[in-house]
């Protein structure tokens, strides 16, 4: 494809996480090779078996029972994984008109694009749990179901393209790397092929930034004030504190989930450390440093009742992203209709054909 | 017209713009399909955009690149025709640009694929592939909103007689052009009659004719729509990006 011609810089972050994917993508091959047990026994628990199963490491398939608060956690999550990548398409769509060279803006567009094909990707995932694309558009449309906050925040500059790249696609594949082995078969090969291609898009954000920080003052000033306004979102972006966090044992068990927020907060922060170091940008928190005990960053929290504000619709662009794709679905009423109407006539006509 | 870069020139502007349009669409599109659908189309023809304005550049010898060319010209300058710099409308008049587009590029590709200047041919060769998708896309579209519903019909038959008038520039005579477009006018109608009969759509007489992108006087839209594609560019003399 096009624009996606450009050599990321050899520093560029990524590598461990994509080796991480990998290696969960070794593991499911190696988990169906081993062969599940042959199904339960007629006069067999159906619980104790979907228990066995997970605790085999092995993957759940749309076919098998599972118990109705398992398939429903798994659509409420698919789903608000996929409404995220949906909305997520406006805020960087909003500087593909703009984009200062025409490779940046074909990255930009394919960029984009990606997002598209990932929220089909895993609107199908959620479909196989027996709901339908229309229903889940249905429950984004009227804000019944959630879509990641982080997208409702405004993209001020050329930079905040850059900053999305890196702290928010790097954010969400911290997040993501571990569902490559979650118990759903299908979301793990799903997030399988998401993870690679947002292990790309971070590059190419980290790529902009270190064009960006590497450039004039005026484009060092952009960068900085970017990383400066998507660092403590970015870090919100992995949810409330472990001890508020109000789904979080219940999937552990279930291996939806494999690690808690915290930790995985953690991981982030320890990743972009080194990272932010090499672009020679600031992340805007005075108290981070090395902890030697914990061998980890001490770090400053997001301030989660701003993420609860953001969380409940008060944020920034909570409205215009409603808005936005609210019209965009109304305005298209009329095409999907047409495009409906064509097909029964020609069915029909097939129809009248094969009687003739 | 005059030589190779000014014909170059113009196809590159022509593809750039188309881009710059339809990457509009983006998270706009009717379903999820046709969003990626329509980046894709902007993708190509932002890649042909590409390997054409690199190409003038060199052709004119005087150090501008893709992005001088595409950044820092000012309406005046710019070469494309009409018909790609018209707003997008609705889906329909987006679908008649496109089909009309398309079922000019695909004949002028595959002309200069055969041509003697071998950079004009690779590139014909790699867009004619490209081209064929896109008028595939908007055939298909077409007929689809012309034999869909009541609405679409209508809406299709507008959005054809609202474009109608800026097709008959494309073929405006180029005797010394590598290919003259004059020549692809027959391919292009037979396309054109085809497609639109499917659609039970009636092809629009013609009568107002308009036309001067190629020499650079456009319609009030393309300012506009520079503005916002360099803002950016212009804003940071001689950054790199």
Known sequence: ?356 | MTGSFDFVLSLGDDALIAAQRLGEWTSRAPEMEEDIALANIALDQLGAARLLLTYAGELEGAGRDEDALAFLRDDREFRNCLLVELPNGDFAVTMAKLFFLSAYQLPLYTALAGCADERLAAIGAKARKESAYHLDHAALWVKRLGDGTEESHRRMQAAVDEVWPYTHELFAADPAAPVDPATLRADFDATVSTVLAEATLTRPETGWTPGGGRDGVHTEHVSYLLAEMQVLHRAHPGAKW
């Open chain 1, 1 to 356: 494809m096009y624009g996606n011609d450009f050599s990321a810089p050899d520093d560029a972050p990524g590598g461990g996480l994509l080796g991480e994917v990998e290696a969960a993508e070794a593991a499911l091959r190696e988990a169906a090779a081993r062969a599940r047990r042959g199904g339960p026994a007629p006069d067999e628990d159906l619980e104790a078996y979907f228990a066995d199963v997970i605790d085999a490491d092995q993957k759940i398939e749309p076919r098998d029972w599972m118990p109705e608060a398992y398939r429903k956690t798994l659509i409420r999550q698919i789903a608000q994984h996929a409404h995220s990548e949906i909305i997520g398409m406006q805020p960087e769509g909003n500087w593909i008109s703009r984009a200062p060279s025409l490779k940046r803006k074909a990255i930009l567009l394919a960029k984009v694009q990606d997002e598209a094909g990932h929220g089909l990707y895993l609107y199908a995932a959620a479909e196989t749990l027996g709901v339908s694309r229309d229903e889940l558009v249905e429950l984004l449309i009227s804000g019944r179901q959630k879509y990641s906050s982080i997208f409702n925040y405004p993209t001020l500059t050329w930079a905040d393209v850059g900053a999305i790249g890196w702290l928010v696609d790097g954010a969400a594949i911290v997040n993501q790397v571990p569902l490559c082995r979650c118990s759903y078969g299908p979301y793990a090969r799903a997030m399988i092929r998401v993870c690679k291609e947002e292990s790309f898009h971070q590059r190419q954000g980290y790529e902009i930034l270190h064009t960006l920080a590497h450039g004039t003052p005026g484009q060092k000033a952009m960068a900085q004030d970017a990383v400066d306004r998507w660092w403590y979102p970015s870090l919100a972006m992995f949810g409330p504190p472990d001890g508020d966090s109000t789904h979080s044992a219940q999937s552990m068990a279930w291996k939806i989930k494999r690690f808690s927020n915290d930790d995985l907060r953690q991981r982030f922060v320890d990743m972009c450390v080194q990272q932010a170091e090499i672009l020679g940008l600031r992340i805007p928190d005075p108290d981070l440093r090395w902890n030697d005990e914990r061998q980890a960053y001490d770090y400053t929290q997001p301030d989660y009742d701003e993420l609860m504000q953001v969380i409940k619709g008060n944020g920034p662009c909570n409205r215009q992203r409603m808005e936005h794709r609210r019209r965009a679905h109304a305005d298209g009423a009329w095409v999907r209709e047409a495009a409906a109407a064509y097909a029964a006539k020609r069915s029909a006509n097939n129809k009248e054909k094969v009687a003739a």
